[in-house]
């Protein structure tokens, strides 16, 4: 297993080098530069020029591309690590980065926990109790929390519990003067700017897991051994926590290491919405003002992201199914 | 008796002063302020965007303050780090006299040589400081460079003397010499080619009646009182929190909701919406600063890019200065104001500003909304429907054309749509394409769109040198290309007048050349408009800021 988890991390550096690579010239060849923000009659306009030039962009495109690698002058591209600097916010694009993927993975963990406990727990119970009212209405409910687009459903809840209700706050992930609060009042304020965001996401996922476990676990207890289980005498909570969830679930292994990067897109729009300071913004900012280090940082940290949560996927599954375990 | 009634005389004396009477201002309390975006680098020589310059002046000195005088619409100069100051050598030298009393908040004092090293760091090429053009007046060496020792002189800390190549408005000598100024005993430190990663961009050193707490990108910047900063008087607040709220209608809800004090940018239904629903807020404009346009291009693009920007030939349909004029009458721009801008706009009739009154000509007059009168000039200047499809043509060309603007302006699309219509109306298709804002910029600069929407925010002087001056490739501003002798020469002596009051009259001609060229259909001037909530007291938004005069704002409950 080890050496199977080796093999796969060394096998996705050049796979990460590629997209890395393509990355770098798409955003290069896209329209718009990282200057434009300094066009503007008020602004001296050999500023865009000068910044060009320290920025290395009015270097020809191969050029760019060998210092940016670190094969050219002055030797400290991505190859030695050095993945530069941020051109906005003239900060090393790792710093920018450490800070917002911290808040998001608050977020998108939170959420998934969220996520699996509504959606399995809804899931079996659709299953097993498959026509009755409380069946279809989650199923009804679950395609209707299903195609709503995460913003119109953040907004609902802000106008809601925030301006309505007041119970909970609308944006950031703390108070104003929240520092002078004592650990547990800060952790308190914490969880109540969580709350929202970590709703707009978890539920939103929530209503597709309960269709895949409901689906997944009508095909498992419909299966011979199943029935088989039950002739033997095996009483029925057994039959089904035993024997039909552990194998209903195996398609729900591959959803949760899939649900890694989409979470992290996903928060893309739940963050603006509640101005919750992670991954998504970061990258949102930085394509906008064609922030050519950070989107490629961005890139580098997504891709990350994908290729662990499909090796997890991949593990968890050989653990959970003993017929594709590796030698 | 007497002495009752000398006591009720006393009592209803004190009662009857107390009517009225507005509460004192107390020190203390929180103000919060939203922000749709962050700070770039708190450092007044590289900050850019009106988000950074919100929370830069809070924090570095300026040499005077300025005032406006609503009666004439002229800038006045007040005393605030320069205590007064001067003119020498016929307008060539502007001596300025320092305060003594002034410290950064590290403790070392604010000097002369404070601003000279700024102005250094700000004609430095590597620093690429976007208001390096602040220095185009000064003294230069033979090589075309500044020549700093005989450009700003400083001759002890508490003199600095600016010498300027030639004399000009004294408005604007005052204005170019406002840059904001860095600690030189820091900034000494750094390379200049490093002064842009500087951790001082960061944690800012400052000198003003806030200093610098604490930076959470993406979150907060808190800024806490400066007692020592006396100039005019200590600010009474004693926490400034700027908080990032990127989404419009999250930082409404802040501020209805009481989290948020301070929101700048709301849209007029919201304005309208809080002053009908919200009694503990109000809503204060800043009027006059911002207007939009539907710019027309000169000449025709598309020869002017294959010839890379060598054969400059008039645009088959808005080279002509009648079809400009009948396209702006065809817009009902009455009713745009209405049906978005409500009282908080006006129809714009050039691009000097109302409030401007030495300047702006109050004899020109808006180009009527008349679709019927721009029908009869476009049949005038031969565009018929000929083939009755109810398309004008002219010499087997339809009149259509594609008119761009950014995405993500709702006031830009509302204004696209309707343009659309009212066109549509006199037969003209037009088409609307949305682009993503830095490739607009770069489009505008590069003169790639025949027929544009964008706006301007215009300076507190007047230059119009940018946008309307002939000399296309240099003024890459004036993305219409719009070429006038007349304009150029117009442009150059008011520019080259000494006060602002001679320049008054060239101004108002000026509008009316411009106006009547109709180079871009003006369509109107927008209010930025500010909702404020009532705990904060004596704001003073105006045409200079949403936050003149902050020292004088204070809070008196104890909610934060």
Redesign the interface.
């Known amino acids: 297993m080890v050496s199977y988890i080796i093999q796969r991390i060394l096998g996705a550096v050049p796979l990460i080098f590629g997209l890395l690579t393509i990355t770098f010239f798409i955003i290069r060849l896209a329209?718009?530069?990282p200057t434009?923000?300094?066009?503007?009659?008020?602004?001296?306009?050999?500023?865009a020029e000068?910044?060009k030039e320290?920025f290395g962009l009015n270097d020809p495109l191969p050029i760019q591309y060998g210092k940016w690698l670190g094969v050219l002058p002055p030797f400290n591209g991505i190859i030695e690590g050095e993945f530069g600097?941020s051109f906005?916010?003239?900060?090393p694009v790792f710093e920018?980065i450490s800070?917002?993927l911290v808040n998001t993975l608050i977020l998108t963990s939170v959420a998934l926990l969220l996520d699996l406990l509504i959606g399995v727990t809804l899931g079996i119970y659709s299953a097993l109790h498959r026509g009755d009212q409380l069946d279809q209405a989650i199923t009804v409910g679950s395609l209707f929390i299903y195609s709503m687009p995460h913003f119109w459903l953040a907004?609902i809840l802000?106008?809601i519990f925030?301006?309505g209700l007041?119970w909970l706050?609308?944006?950031?992930?703390?108070?104003?003067?929240a520092?002078q609060l004592s650990i547990i009042e800060y952790f308190w304020d914490l969880i109540r700017h969580t709350v929202m965001p970590v709703c707009v996401l978890g539920i939103a996922s929530a209503a597709s897991t309960v269709r895949y476990v409901r689906s997944s676990m009508l095909e498992v207890i419909q299966q011979d051994y199943i029935r088989t289980a039950r002739a033997k005498g095996l009483n029925e909570r057994s039959v089904i926590w035993k024997h039909a969830l552990r194998n209903a679930l195996l398609p729900l292994i591959t959803i949760i290491g899939l649900s890694f990067p989409f979470l992290l897109s996903g928060a893309v729009i739940t963050e603006?919405?509640?101005?919750w300071?992670g991954m998504g913004?970061?990258t949102i900012?930085a394509i906008?003002?064609?922030d050519y280090p950070l989107i490629i940082a961005n890139t580098f940290v997504a891709g990350i992201v994908v290729i662990a949560g499909n090796l997890l996927a991949d593990v968890m599954y050989a653990v959970a199914d003993p017929r594709v375990r590796i030698k | 008796m007497k002495w009752i009634a000398a006591w009720t005389f006393t009592v209803a004396v004190l009662l009857l002063g107390s009517c009225g009477k507005t509460p004192l201002p107390v020190n203390g309390g929180t103000v919060v302020i939203a922000l749709s975006s962050d700070a770039d680098l708190l450092n007044p020589l590289l900050g850019t965007g009106s988000n950074t310059g919100a929370v830069i002046q809070f924090l570095f000195p300026d040499l005077t303050e300025q005032d406006f005088n609503p009666s004439d619409g002229t800038l006045r100069f007040t005393p605030s780090y320069a205590k007064s100051w001067e003119w020498k050598k016929e307008g060539l030298t502007l001596i300025y006299h320092l305060r003594t009393d002034a410290f950064w908040s590290d403790g070392i004092q604010v000097t002369s040589q404070d601003i000279k090293f700024s102005y250094q760091l700000y004609g430095d090429p590597k620093v690429a400081s976007p208001r390096s053009n602040y220095l185009n007046y000064l003294i230069k060496n033979n090589d075309g460079q500044i020549d700093f020792d005989r450009a700003i002189e400083t001759p002890d800390d508490s003199t600095v003397i600016f010498n300027f190549e030639s004399a000009y408005q004294k408005d604007q000598q005052l204005l170019h010499t406002q840059l904001g100024f860095v600690p030189a005993h820091l900034f000494q430190k750094i390379k200049a080619k490093d002064v842009r990663t500087a951790s001082s961009n960061w944690k800012p050193v400052s000198a003003k009646h806030y200093a610098f707490l604490s930076w959470v990108p993406k979150q907060e910047i808190v800024l806490v009182r400066n007692p020592r900063w006396v100039i005019p008087h200590a600010a009474y607040i004693d926490r400034l929190v700027f908080r990032i709220i990127p989404e419009m209608s999250t930082r409404l809800i802040e501020l209805k909701t009481g989290t948020a004090d301070i929101v700048e940018g709301l849209s007029p239904d919201d304005a309208v919406d809080i002053e009908k629903q919200d009694p503990h807020l109000r809503i204060e404009t800043q009027k006059y600063r911002r207007f939009e346009y539907v710019g027309w291009s000169h000449l025709d693009n598309e020869i002017y890019k294959k010839s890379k920007h060598k054969i400059v030939q008039p645009h088959p349909i808005f080279g002509n200065k009648q079809i400009r004029k009948a396209l702006t009458m065809a817009i009902r721009r009455d009713e745009l104001v209405e049906g978005w801008l409500g009282k908080y706009g006006q129809i714009c009739i050039g691009p000097i500003s109302p409030a401007f009154l030495w300047a702006y000509n109050d004899s020109v007059k808006p180009m009527p909304c008349d679709p019927e009168k721009a029908l009869f000039i476009l049949r005038q200047e031969g565009w018929i429907d000929h083939d009755g499809d109810g398309i004008l043509d002219k010499e087997g060309k339809k009149f259509e054309f594609t008119i761009t603007t950014n995405s993500g302006n709702p006031r830009r699309a509302f204004a696209l749509q309707k343009i659309q219509s009212d066109l549509k109306k006199i037969g003209i298709i037009c088409h609307a394409e949305w682009v993503e804002s830095s490739v607009f910029t770069n489009g505008l600069k590069n003169k790639e769109f025949e027929a544009f929407i964008t706006g301007h925010n215009v300076n507190m002087t007047i230059d119009l040198l940018p946008q309307y001056g002939s000399d296309i490739e240099r003024n890459t501003f004036n993305a219409v290309s719009y070429q006038s002798w007349k304009v150029d020469s117009l442009i150059h002596v008011a520019a080259s007048a000494i006060d602002v009051h001679h320049a008054g009259p060239v101004y108002k001609i000026l509008h009316r050349v411009i106006y009547e060229d109709q180079p871009v259909t003006y369509l109107y001037w927008y209010d930025n408009i500010v909702g404020i909530n009532n705990r904060v007291r004596d704001t003073h938004v105006n045409i200079l800021s949403p936050y003149y005069r902050y020292y004088d704002w204070y809070v008196q409950d104890s909610i934060r």
């Open positions: 329209p718009g530069d434009s923000m300094f066009i503007d009659p008020n602004i001296d306009p050999r500023t000068q910044l320290n600097v906005s916010k003239q900060r920018i800070d917002a907004l802000i106008l925030s301006l007041g706050p609308a944006s950031q992930m703390h108070s104003v003067n520092e603006v919405i509640f101005a300071p913004r970061v900012d906008f003002s064609r």
